[in-house]
DNA sequence: TATGAATGAGCCTTCATTCAT
DNA sequence: TATGAATGAAGGCTCATTCAT
């Protein structure tokens, strides 16, 4: 007989930690990992310092909770995409499309990840680094699926394609203000559409022909 | 008669100097700006914590020099290529090789660039933030300098093609090994290939069509 | 069964914090502010650093506290003597009594007040100005009641009077040692009647005529 | 054939070591011993380091040389005005005026004097208090010559009444401001007028009788 | 006589973490 | 489940002083 009396359930169990860990990817995002000290998070979240120690081992466990939550979840949206249906093209820019979305909907998540990875414990920094080069094969299978079959140019190696195209990605936290004029899917369908005819079969690796 | 009497003097003048800007550049990229003590990048290049405050006001102001550094060169370089004579699809693509096997060549500064940023002191950011909008202009007129002479397609603003190109290059540093097969320059080609590429004019924004 | 169930609670509930001012008020006295160190105040308390630092904000916080309590007890127990009834010159005399009994039963404090108030930041000084200044002046309009009624010479500025005096009071701290045979009460008492005689109606401003 | 030859030969020949002088007791008044750093001292002179330590063996010896000159300059003017001629009473209010104009003159002397005591070397400091005590004992003897002689009231010691005086003295440099009303010599005349009258045979030690 | 680069010890403060309650 | 006092290590920085020139 908890608090899950009243309310919805998920968010009154744990209502706690999940401010605990808002709080710390706001405050990550904003002014990175070390540059954020355990009082200000507790205090953003308002709870105490003793209660952030009951529900996370330390500090770094904090941060390894965002990054496992991110990994999940871009990993499950791009086996969503690459399972369905249709063209590879199509898939593959479905797939880009929403990667660029979503990455812009959480992108105190994006900020945190490329900029904070140095900070994990060196075996939780290996575990990231592999699940995201599944992530990372996972797309490039995709690249090299339309190559195979034609639909892409194939003089430049798909793992080379997949940096190119994610680069754009990460890079998005850098720049991306949500005050300008272009949604994420706007954005989305921009970046899918250049990479998509990037990946065009071409006549030379040299500057345009024509 | 050591090199200072006619040789390079650059070694002998302000040895000591180099040696503190190059360890603290070694070490940001390695550990992060707030993850490397003013006690490791001295011991790293042989001097007192003293002498390091006789050259500079702040561990702050080492960062503020490394950022002053990258910036003069990326500035500099690329005014060498965009204003250089030929078809502005050629300019393009110099200038695109020339930023990647650059950036490879000192691979130390771009980790460091865009993930230290928000440590830089407020004024110092914004400083450091109009320089890189500068360059990013212009990097942009050049592109949109082929989208109006119908060089390029213009479907895509042109700012958000150099935020989709720049990704790819400020990426570099996550991802590149220099014990890979491939060189900057190899790099280079590629991306400034899969570039232009996807700059050329094409039907509709959706996957490839035909 | 120790005293902070029923007896006084005042050394069982702030303990590390008493201990702290107590240590800080017996160095900054022998030392000066500046030079003693934190390192010593702890050591000499029984405490760690962070012991201090979760009581005091920093090490200014401390002498800030200092002057705080002085100046509390000062006004006080000069309201006390003030507002007391009986003649002006009486009213006075006590007061001047118990101020220098007072002073000397704390001498530290007062060692510390007068050479450390260029320490405090500045805001914190100007309060401390001010309300040294309104005890300043309620001890001025005790001399000044007595000028109007004629129990006092008038032909000394009142300020200029408590100004003179309290030069006396405050130095104290520089050649007063408990060792000798005067009492606080004692010294307090020939001072005070050096004052009160002072301040006899007199012939002329010269050395004395008669 | 030094730097003499044009200008005053005296202001010639040391001007550095007085300008670090004069530097040294402007700083040392407004900030404290501790709270001035060697480099403030020196770029107010419009010097260097090495020439600072050329003339003085330290920061301490600076402090000293100011400490020495105060009390020759102090010791000179008190023994003019006890061995001239005429009434004790007279001799004790010349001394006392002029002691507190030339305080007033050199207000910042007087400053550093009371305040920065403890941050001389202990010899150094038991040699000061010495030199002080002596000035203390002519004063003093000058008021027990006027108990002896039935001038002054007996019932106060003159120990005490040195004291008492001096106390008033030394707290000029707290309250007093050049902006004022009263010139040094003003405050001279009124303190030393309190003096004396303070000194007028009395009937009784407590508070005025009449 | 004067320079200024370099030293090295020490200072104030912050902070993640623990533990008795 | 939660508190907050206390720890202890480490961090950035200042500064009087020295010494080769």
Redesign the interface.
């Known amino acids: 007989m908890n608090g899950s009396a009243a309310g919805t359930p998920r968010e009154k169990d744990e209502p706690v930690r999940q401010r605990l860990l808002g709080a710390a990817t706001r405050l990550f995002a ?3 990992f ?2 954020t000290s355990v009082q200000e998070i507790v205090a953003a979240a308002g709870v105490t310092k003793g209660a952030m120690y009951h529900y996370f081992g330390s500090k770094d466990d904090l941060l390894r909770e965002i990054y496992a939550r991110v990994l999940r979840m871009q990993t499950e949206r791009l086996d969503r995409f690459a399972d369905a249906p249709g ?1 590879v ?2 898939r ?2 479905d797939a880009a499309v929403d990667v660029i979305a979503t990455t812009i909907e959480n992108l105190d998540d994006s900020k945190i990840f ?2 904070s990875m ?2 994990l414990a060196p075996e939780t920094q290996q575990a990231v680094r592999a699940e995201r080069r599944r992530y990372h094969e996972r797309f490039r299978d995709l690249v090299a699926e339309g190559q195979r079959t034609r ?1 892409f ?1 194939d ?3 798909a793992d ?2 997949v ?10 936290g ?2 991306y203000h949500a005050e300008g004029p ?1 949604s994420g899917v706007d ?1 989305g ?12 079969p ?1 006549d030379g ?4 022909s ?1």
């Open positions: 904003d002014k990175g070390e540059g063209p093209a199509t593959v820019y490329f900029r140095h900070q639909v140019r003089d430049v190696p080379l394609v940096d190119f195209f994610f680069g754009s990605v990460h890079h998005l850098l720049w272009l954005i369908r921009h970046f899918a559409g250049l990479l998509l005819t990037s990946l065009r071409v690796p040299g500057p345009a024509g």
